[in-house]
């Protein structure tokens, strides 16, 4: 089975920190993907990234940015946390071609 | 803007009965469909997935897909109480990178 693991089920922080959350899969997969999800809003792309060192922005981008220094790990950064970044966040990873993301646990984010 | 779109409910189903969930996706390209369950706080799990026109069955579940109608449909027989969640249909991007866009999600109740 993949596993996806995320470094921490709930997390709370402060307005202006720099938060680090951390992604890694044990399946060799090609694409990693970042997304927050919201009520009403659904699942929204962040950051993914098809191989080391490359990443594409997603849908939402702005204020976050990523790191894939190894294949099987994909940290996502809040370079300065801000309340509305609140958020359950989802880090999900596929083998290449039309093969189904396979999600981790998520992250709940809470910014005070 | 590539949309797919899923009536939010609750669908409320008796148990035993058919639960059937639909979407609409807007992207002509696209070529790979997802259903997903969320149950409330968790992650999503995958459940099906579905490439080609026409049926697939996996227990209780089967998936349907019209691409000229641009119209995928999940059909869960014998519904139980487990199966209580909220359920996402993703459709993957022209755009590449395997990437996929999720509909809001429509919440399912199975009521005894």
């Known amino acids: 089975d993949v596993k996806v693991t995320q470094s921490s089920r709930y997390l709370v922080k402060r307005t202006g920190e720099k938060v680090f959350l951390e992604c890694v899969q044990d399946?060799?997969?090609?694409?990693m993907f970042w997304y927050r999800q919201d009520p009403g809003l659904g699942l929204r792309l962040i950051y993914f990234s098809y191989d080391v060192k490359m990443k594409e922005k997603g849908d939402i981008p702005e204020g976050y940015s990523v790191s894939r220094e190894k294949k099987e790990r994909f940290s996502l950064i809040l370079e300065s946390a801000s309340t509305n970044q609140t958020s359950m966040y989802l880090c999900?990873?596929?083998?290449?071609?039309?093969?189904?993301?396979?999600f981790g646990d998520g992250t709940r984010l809470s910014i005070l | 803007q590539k949309e797919v779109e899923q009536n939010s409910g609750p669908l409320s189903v008796p148990e035993g009965a058919i639960a059937s969930l639909n979407c609409t996706y807007s992207d002509r390209g696209s070529q790979s469909f997802f259903w997903y369950r969320q149950y409330s706080g968790k992650s999503p799990e995958l459940i099906m997935f579905?490439?080609?026109?026409g049926d697939k069955e996996d227990g209780r579940f089967t998936a349907q897909l019209n691409k000229a109608s641009q119209y995928v449909s999940l059909l869960i027989r014998d519904s139980q109480p487990s199966d209580s969640a909220t359920y996402l249909c993703?459709?993957?991007?022209?755009?590449?990178?395997?990437?996929?866009?999720f509909g809001t999600g429509t919440q399912l109740k199975v009521e005894l």
């Open positions: 993703a459709a993957t991007d022209t755009g590449g990178g395997n990437k996929l866009t």
């Open positions: 579905i490439y080609s026109n």
């Open positions: 399946m060799d997969h090609e694409n």
């Open positions: 999900a990873s596929t083998y290449r071609g039309n093969q189904p993301q396979h």
